[in-house]
């Protein structure tokens, strides 16, 4: 069985004050592919010199990590008000080049975790996709490449769509992007498989052209989500390559996040 990927920036995440943590769709996507045992690569990349403080709790998880040294890594402080999140951008992550990607020719599926829009350029997502299919996180359409307040626009390349295979967009993401997240909007993107997520209300699949709502399992509002939308396509991901379709697959994955938050929080 061909491997997944997870490909993306490492970041250090500051949540409501506290000390920062290792963050980014690598690390947070590892914890799901651990738990479900599928066969998996992580490719990370971060600043060369925070090297000893960001890979370490990635390889601790024990899957095979490629690491990329840059010259940045990506920071972020969070403050959450229940399901309410703000965000601050304090320094963005390196550009990923085709040159980054050696190491990865065996993987079937890879998750683009990307954090922001200069993390992966189309050129890079083309040479990414060659035989294999992609899902990507729309934070790397809304999200400018500048530091502070989080403010999103849809000024992205549209290039970078011809690539994806899977678009993962969060509620606020999609209304960037598209408006109001129907059948018709999101069909425009020319993207075949959509997964629109609403955090504790549940999510969208959009595929075959059709629009599908899957409700979310009530959690207790204690429950740190960071990290919640890569672990959900993690999941997702390992779902869809074992065979699942679109609305099943969404559906399993949406129950293992909600697995992964309870034990964080125990």
Do not use: C
Request: hydrophobic letters at 45%; a negative charge; aromatic letters at 6%.
């Amino acid at each position: 069985m061909r491997p997944l990927a997870v490909v993306g920036n490492l970041s250090l995440d500051r949540v409501d004050g506290g000390e920062p943590r290792v963050g980014g769709a690598p690390f947070h996507a590892a914890r799901a592919l651990r738990v479900l045992g599928r066969p998996a690569i992580v490719a990370a990349k971060g600043a060369e010199a925070d090297r000893r403080l960001v890979l370490p709790p990635l390889v601790r998880l024990g899957l095979p990590v490629l690491w990329r040294g840059g010259d940045s890594t990506a920071a972020f402080s969070f403050h959450y008000a229940g399901s309410l999140r703000s965000m601050v951008v304090d320094a963005l992550g390196p550009a990923w080049t085709p040159a980054d990607l050696r190491g990865l020719e065996r993987a079937s599926w890879v998750h683009v975790g990307a954090l922001a829009r200069s993390d992966f350029p189309a050129e890079t997502l083309a040479v990414l996709a060659r035989d294999r299919r992609l899902s990507f996180d729309g934070q790397g359409l809304v999200r400018p490449a500048r530091t502070g307040p989080l403010a999103l626009d849809d000024d992205y390349d549209p290039e970078v769509l011809r690539h994806i295979s899977v678009l993962k967009l969060a509620e606020e993401e999609a209304r960037v992007v598209v408006g109001e997240p129907d059948a018709e909007a999101l069909a425009s993107l020319g993207v075949a498989e959509i997964v629109v997520t609403f955090g504790s209300d549940g999510s969208l699949v959009f595929a075959e052209g059709r629009l599908e709502r899957l409700p979310a399992r009530t959690l207790d509002d204690e429950v740190d989500p960071t990290g919640a939308g890569d672990a959900f396509m993690a999941a997702y991901l390992v779902s869809r390559s074992s065979g699942y379709a679109p609305l099943p697959a969404a559906r399993r994955a949406s129950e293992i996040v909600a697995d992964l938050l309870g034990r964080r929080l125990s």
